[in-house]
């Protein structure tokens, strides 16, 4: 079944970095365009990024634009989220979405699990 | 970038209706027909429930619908049930491939 997993989460201090993955399976990676949504504890959804599923086009939410960064290989059917310069307000839990399931993909139409990334000192 | 409103919470019993709104502005929920709704319960990943306004995925029972005036998106639960009980969030396409979510709703069952 369609499936995506996260990695690479865990604690990093303010100004660091870190780098998110996800590994789908069981669809087609890359006729699809990709996203990484965030919620930080106790609040909502937010959609950080997005790229398409030949890397043609991207874009970013002002809160991370400049520090983060989507990228893919579509060749090993994995996902990847830089984030440089980490703030305290980008702790959350970060979420691998598949665009779809119209032909547009302006939905997220499989989640991952989530992976956690707290900014502390 | 400003997140869409809703409502903070909305309640019902078993077997009413409820309905949440969504509103944005006409760069976002207004000027596309790209607004999708998601249910989330605690602890879990959110689950795809209306996509392009109105369109139920595979396997969402079809209490769930969804609709469109102007500025405002509605999503309506039919026959309450405590399953429902969930956080729900709305989305909407916001063009140049940027996507706002809503705050999300608290539905109740009573």
């Known amino acids: 079944q369609e499936q995506l997993v996260e990695s690479g989460g865990g604690v990093v201090q303010p100004g660091g970095s870190l780098r998110l993955s996800c590994a789908a399976s069981g669809f087609t990676f890359n006729t699809n365009g990709m996203h990484w949504v965030r919620q930080a504890p106790g609040k909502g959804l937010e959609w950080v990024t997005f790229?398409?599923?030949?890397?043609?086009?991207?874009n970013y939410a002002d809160s991370v634009k400049g520090r983060f960064t989507i990228s893919r290989d579509n060749s090993k059917n994995t996902l990847s989220l830089q984030m440089n310069s980490l703030r305290a307000e980008d702790t959350a839990v970060y979420y691998c979405a598949k665009g779809g399931p119209a032909a547009g993909g302006d939905a997220f139409d499989i989640w991952g699990q989530g992976a956690m990334v707290t900014v502390s000192s | 970038q400003s997140a869409l409103t809703q409502p903070r919470s909305v309640s019902g019993s078993p077997g009413q209706s409820v309905t949440i709104s969504c509103t944005g502005t006409?760069?976002?929920?207004?000027?596309?027909?790209?607004v999708s709704w998601y249910q989330q319960h605690p602890g879990k990943a959110p689950k795809l429930m209306l996509y392009?306004?109105?369109t139920r995925p595979s396997g969402v029972p079809d209490r769930f619908s969804g609709s469109k005036s102007g500025n405002t998106a509605s999503l309506t639960i039919s026959g309450l049930q405590a399953e429902d009980e969930a956080d729900y969030y709305c989305?909407?396409?916001?063009?140049?491939?940027?996507?706002?979510f809503g705050p999300g709703t608290k539905v109740t069952v009573l």
């Open positions: 790229i398409a599923y030949d890397e043609n086009n991207k």
């Open positions: 989305c909407s396409y916001a063009g140049s491939y940027t996507y706002v």
């Open positions: 006409s760069s976002d929920v207004g000027g596309f027909f790209l």
């Open positions: 392009d306004v109105s």
